[in-house]
């Protein structure tokens, strides 16, 4: 029969998120809804402010992909004001934007998403000279002795003597859907200890660069970062600021660590996981339609040439066609909000260009349950998120609509890499448009990231050697040279997918804001045409649950986005007769 | 799979922790706390008869970042604190149970160890009428926070939204954000304030608590003397281009690029207690102050509506004279590692004076 679950909170995601969705007489989801369940109201804490603060503000949208608003919001200032930064503060943000990419996934993989593939407990019956063997056999990584897994052996079963499992507690481990032999948990419990060691180190890049981390310092006009070289210092002398000599050598040496784990460690785990769970492959797709609005410039956000991501959508996964984007036109980007907790004084059911848009919470009015609540009311509003769409589309953004862009554009060392992944699991590309494609994609385009970021080093001290040092542009800091009124749009590729924060600017003081987030365009509810967002649209392909109280299932494909949200699922009848309440253990 | 519980030493000494080992652990702590040698030994004895304190983390109108910030803490690391020192029996991002199975981990800890666990919140909570502008499990943080925090030992918060109510309460308050303790009134509660705090000033925190089974000494906001006893500008490698005058003018001159005082472009380091400019962030050996921008006085209450915004200059009324701060800086280099302890004094009497 129907059967309604509730899985409230997800873990192991940033925020509070909830989905219902249904399942049939078989098992399977026929309907699932995402909802945000938690609201701030940040863009109208920011109207009236002065936008060079703005990137404070916005950063603190999220800690865990901490700098991408931060980006967003000093872009907008500058596209607004047309305010150009020297190359050097280009380079130092790709440096910060592409140590965020592999630090976030590498976490995501591990600490976030590993626990749905790897059943912890079942590493206690690993053979810890067999895990060697594994291990040795899928890469050059040095900690790949017995000695060493029996070590992480020993100190996972005390844990588990203890009578305290902490964070391990109630896990859903001995579920038929682990498939993992003991080894290969062995192995990933091991790497999980050493990707939070290792994790810690390569952040060092985002406290030379930006004073610190979580929430690293930006700068509208270039970067905050001045270098001391100057030989001819009297005083501060060549070591006076963070970034110098020494810690040149430093960013130099996080990037090569970065590049080692992730071609050591990362990329084997996941191909070696990934062969065990094939059938991921054939579920999960999300709406068919990927978009990319372009990062990572070599020279500046004015010169789209020089970006290592280039925008483009791809409808209907045709790789044959790449339409251009174009954030400024108001019939392209459209945010709704006829399933959401807010009031637009256009009515429910019209689309706001984020230039126009509106930001009035209205709960209770708008069909939110009064808390306690079992169940949403998904006739009418049942989320915090927005549903953007791409002319009236609903799009998927982030590291798999990355891939599949560079891919359908030609680019060789994707082709290439994708090729090899691909070729090891004995998948055609097709294979990407599911749960564990998108999973895979994560791990491949941190690989294309980080054998990026010591070119751009390699730039920077290139132009420190001809005596370029210029990190800031001074000629529009002061509010008093700009306009009386201007308007922008940041743009940049988040780690997990296309972000943008559109900025008015009137008399010096923010007069609106709005941040179209990649979480949104992923996460968000259905639109007024009722078509579900990918969040929704993922979960309704081919998901049928081993068992309705351990859902699994449903956190493999929603951990395969990276959410940036809390969340929650339910299941729901489809026909609105009584359910039975399944409690998730 | 659950099998009695021990206690620190026994589970210590089954995993082959010498007591050397431990006793190095406990002497860091204690000098990132600036303990004696006496009491780091007293709380080495202390912890090996604990067993692994149990704590709850809730996580409310927040960006995780507080979260982020503590997987950076170098000494003692996270998977040192979780697997020897802590059980971390609830926490959203990092627990492997969700839904229905995680909130049991959270009431099964909280009716294991009533009266005796300890509460982390980080986020600040819409309350009242505003209380489902933020749910979990369909349950509002607000009842969430009074229904946990009801048998606790002590809370603690961390990140200046749940100290203060940080960004969400920013102007104009959109969602009638609160801090914990406008909420729960009967229960201690240690703030461990910044956006996000340092790790090491979370875990030392912890830790103190876990060892000495009691609260650290607090200043007039709450925070831990240890760690919030003196100010960034106290500390800062820069105060020497202060006291001469020299000042970076804009955020890539000569000055700027030479390390000078960024107080002219809007360094809030005088008025902003914090341990940044001391302990350093990420094992980098630098903090914002010496990457180039100015601190923001995130561990201050209200930092995100202070007058003339990040880049303003202080007005001299904001942190007192010149002279005043002159003459802290040579008390201060004369106490030389006891600094901490003159930072204590300092704040407290700064604290009595406000009260007469």
Avoid at chain 2, 282 to 295: E, K
Wanted: aromatic residues 8%.
């Amino acid at each position: 029969m129907a059967e309604r679950v509730v899985v409230d909170p997800i873990t192991r995601i940033e925020g509070h998120l909830r989905i219902e969705a249904a399942t049939d007489d078989a098992g399977n989801i026929s309907s699932a809804y995402s909802s945000g369940t938690m609201v701030r109201g940040i863009e109208t804490i920011l109207k009236g402010r002065d936008p060079r603060d703005a990137w404070a503000f916005a950063q603190r949208i999220c800690g865990v992909c901490t700098l991408v608003h931060g980006i967003a919001s000093v872009r907008s200032v500058e596209d607004a004001l047309n305010y150009k930064i020297p190359q050097n503060a280009q380079l130092i943000r790709n440096l910060m934007i592409g140590a965020q990419y592999v630090h976030d996934h590498v976490m995501h993989f591990y600490h976030l998403h590993a626990l749905d593939w790897v059943d912890v407990v079942s590493a206690l019956d690993a053979d810890p000279k067999k895990t060697s063997e594994l291990a040795q056999s899928i890469s050059d990584y040095a900690r790949s002795s017995p000695g060493y897994f029996k070590d992480v052996q020993k100190r996972v079963k005390e844990l588990v003597e203890s009578g305290q499992l902490g964070i391990f507690a109630n896990g859903y481990w001995g579920h038929p859907a682990y498939k993992l032999p003991p080894e290969a948990n062995l192995m990933a419990v091991a790497h999980y200890l050493d990707a939070l060691a290792w994790q810690r180190d390569v952040v060092k890049l985002h406290a030379i660069l930006g004073g610190k981390n979580p929430h690293p310092n930006f700068l509208v006009g270039g970067a905050p970062s001045p270098i001391s070289i100057d030989a001819g210092a009297t005083t501060g002398g060549a070591a006076g600021t963070a970034l110098n000599v020494v810690t040149l050598n430093t960013i130099r040496s996080i990037i090569q660590s970065m590049q080692q784990f992730v071609d050591q460690v990362y990329v084997p785990d996941t191909l070696a996981i990934a062969g065990f769970y094939k059938d991921w492959f054939a579920r999960g797709e999300g709406t068919r339609n990927f978009m990319v609005f372009g990062d990572l410039p070599e020279k500046g956000m004015d010169d789209p040439d020089s970006f290592f991501f280039k925008p483009g959508v791809i409808l209907d996964r045709d790789l044959s066609r790449i339409e251009p984007v174009d954030l400024n036109d108001p019939e392209q980007i459209k945010e709704f909000v006829s399933h959401s907790w807010y009031d637009y004084s256009t009515g429910k059911d019209a689309g706001l260009h984020p230039y126009d848009g509106e930001t009035e919470l209205n709960y209770s009015g708008r069909g939110g349950p009064a808390p306690p609540y079992k169940q949403l009311n998904v006739d009418d509003g049942y989320s915090w998120l927005k549903s953007p769409r791409w002319r009236g589309q609903a799009v998927e953004v982030g590291p798999l609509a990355r891939v599949l862009m560079l891919y359908a554009q030609g680019h060789e060392p994707t082709r290439e890499l994708a090729g090899m992944a691909l070729k090891k699991l004995d998948a055609p590309i097709e294979a990407m448009f599911s749960t564990l494609g998108r999973t895979a994609a994560r791990t491949l385009e941190s690989k294309l990231v980080a054998d990026q970021m010591m070119n751009w080093l390699d730039i920077m001290v290139a132009n420190i050697k001809a005596g370029d040092l210029k990190v800031h542009n001074e000629e529009m800091w002061d509010p008093k040279t700009w306009p009386k009124e201007a308007r922008g749009v940041g743009y940049m590729e988040a780690p997990r997918g296309a972000l943008s924060h559109y900025i008015v600017i009137k008399d010096g003081k923010i007069d609106n804001y709005q941040a179209v987030v990649p979480s949104t365009w992923n996460a968000g509810p259905r639109d007024p045409e009722n078509v579900a967002g990918p969040y929704e649209a993922a979960l309704q392909d081919n998901h049928s649950l081993h068992d309705a109280a351990q859902p699994i299932e449903i956190l493999r494909t929603i951990h395969s986005f990276d959410p940036c949200i809390a969340c929650a699922v339910h299941v729901n009848d489809p026909d609105g007769e009584e359910v039975v309440k399944v409690k998730v253990r | 799979m659950s099998q009695r519980e021990e206690n620190l030493g026994q589970y210590m000494a089954r995993r082959g922790i010498s007591r050397r080992t431990f006793l190095k652990f406990c002497t860091v702590m204690g000098s990132t706390m600036a303990l004696s040698p006496a009491q780091a030994a007293e709380m080495a004895e202390t912890m090996a008869k604990a067993t692994r304190q149990s704590v709850i983390w809730l996580s409310f109108q927040e960006c995780t970042g507080c979260t982020e910030s503590i997987t950076r803490s170098h000494n003692p690391t996270l998977e040192s604190l979780i697997f020897d020192f802590i059980s971390l029996d609830y926490h959203h991002t990092l627990q492997a149970a969700a839904g229905d199975a995680a909130e049991h981990a959270r009431e099964e800890a909280m009716k294991k160890h009533k009266g005796k666990y300890v509460v982390v919140v980080d986020g600040s909570i819409p309350m009242g009428e505003n209380a489902h502008y933020s749910t979990i499990a369909g349950i509002t943080n607000e009842q969430m926070l009074r229904d946990t925090a009801k048998d606790c030992f002590a809370i603690v918060t961390v990140g200046t939204c749940a100290a203060f109510g940080g960004i969400p309460a920013a102007r104009p308050n959109p969602t009638g954000a609160v801090a914990v303790s406008d909420i729960i009134k009967d229960k201690p509660i240690i703030n461990v304030s910044g956006c996000p705090p340092m790790p090491q000033v979370m875990t030392g925190t912890l830790s103190h608590i876990l060892t000495f089974g009691a609260i650290p000494e607090l200043d007039h906001l709450g925070r831990p003397i240890a760690f919030f006893g003196e100010t960034i500008h106290d500390r800062c490698y820069r105060r020497p281009f202060y006291e001469k005058g020299q000042f970076a003018k804009s955020f890539d001159d000569e000055g700027a690029r030479k390390g000078w005082c960024l107080y002219e472009v809007g360094c809030k380091g005088p008025t902003t207690y914090n341990a940044c400019a001391n302990l350093k962030w990420n094992g980098a050996d630098t903090f914002p102050v010496q990457s180039g921008h100015g601190c923001l006085g995130c561990s201050e209450p209200n930092f995100w509506d202070q007058a003339g915004g990040f880049y303003a200059p202080l007005s001299v009324g904001d942190w007192g004279s010149h002279e005043v701060l002159a003459g802290a800086v040579v008390a201060g280099a004369a106490v030389g590692a006891a600094a901490a302890v003159a930072g204590r004094s300092k704040q407290k009497s700064a604290h009595e004076e406000k009260k007469s």
